[in-house]
């Protein structure tokens, strides 16, 4: 992935591997085990710009969104393609890099980002405009009629809990479309974005029409946000951030979509559960047990749930001198 050595990683710009104008680098860790995994690119305000100016020229040029959709789709498919038989290693790296479980992204994420890709493809002959009848005018006389067109420029910064699917959601309704793209990975999972931006190069996506920039959002998602030439924000994080995108994309009337975090927070609980120092109880539970698949990366609302009808029975509790620590398993908003 990188020009440097296989530990360091490079920003895509303009369909080339480039290091960041100021030299830095951000330290990558396993959540896991703590180890360094590699170094990321320090991305700041000027590789924001050059960036921007690649992703302006490769819409203005017309070389993607001009293309005939049907081109455009065979792209989209191979890069769907290659994402399948890439999938162990993108895993591999995605896993260690956000700690998501390896099955879950192996056997669910990996699978839903080809389809997803596969069915944007679809989509690309599909973008039809339709004719107007004028309720004023006598049936002839005009003609009227609207067109679906790319929106521009897109600025996507996605969060670090599932970074490749993440990376995926943001890319494949935008490249379907004819927009072009800057990508703004989260610091801390920035390296299956990467390697997915290298498929998609590989793929045959013209130069400048995906573009990534890594580092953090004050150095790097702070200016993508708030550049004059971004005709779109798609941003997925925070409440706390997603107000200062507002804020940044206002001054230019950029359109804009937010996925903001969730809220109420489930903890499912296993039995036996210690509810003092001397009593075990075992407690028939009103949700169905769940083994956790995204431990405390997940978007999951538990404020609406299904529970059972009749009335569940008291919990039957026994003495004991020494209960046992409750083993529990917490899903916690982004």
């Not at 029409?209 to 580092?215: C, D, E, L, Q, S």
């Amino acid at each position: 992935m990188s020009e440097t050595s296989p530990s360091r990683h490079q920003l895509l710009i303009d369909g080339k591997w480039v290091d960041p104008v100021e030299g830095g680098t951000v330290d990558v860790f396993n959540p896991s085990t703590g180890e360094k995994l590699a170094e990321i690119a320090a991305g700041g305000p000027r590789d924001v710009e050059l960036a921007v100016q690649a992703a302006r020229r490769a819409f203005d040029d017309g070389s993607w969104r001009r293309m005939p959709a049907e081109s455009r789709a065979r792209i989209l498919h191979r890069f769907a393609d290659l994402i399948e038989a890439n999938a162990d290693e993108i895993a591999l790296i995605d896993t260690q890099d956000c700690g998501k479980p390896y099955a879950f992204i192996r056997d669910i994420d990996l699978p839903n980002m080809a389809d997803l890709l596969r069915y944007m493809a679809g989509w690309t002959t599909k973008l039809e405009g339709r004719t107007i009848p004028l309720s004023r005018q006598n049936p002839g006389d005009f003609f009227s009629y609207t067109r679906r067109q790319p929106v521009g420029v897109v600025a996507q910064i996605i969060p670090w809990n599932g970074a490749a699917l993440a990376a995926v959601w943001k890319l494949a309704p935008a490249l379907a479309a004819g927009c072009t793209v800057v990508l703004k990975p989260a610091e801390l999972a920035s390296l299956a974005p990467l390697r997915l931006a290298e498929l998609a190069v590989e793929a045959g996506v013209p130069d400048g029409v995906v573009n990534v920039i890594t580092g953090t959002g004050a150095d790097a998602g702070a200016p993508l946000a708030g550049h004059p030439q971004v005709d779109k924000v798609a941003f997925t994080g925070s409440v706390e951030t997603g107000k200062r995108i507002v804020v940044a994309a206002a001054s230019n009337l950029s359109k804009l979509t937010l996925e903001l975090g969730g809220k109420s927070p489930m903890s499912s609980t296993t039995t036996p559960i210690s509810t003092s120092p001397s009593t075990e109880c075992s407690v028939p539970s009103s949700m169905p047990r769940v083994r956790p698949a995204r431990p405390g990366r997940g978007c999951m609302c538990s404020a609406t749930s299904t529970t059972r009808s009749r009335p569940v029975s008291p919990p039957r509790c026994r003495r004991s001198r020494s209960a046992p620590a409750p083993s529990a398993a917490s899903w916690s908003a982004r």
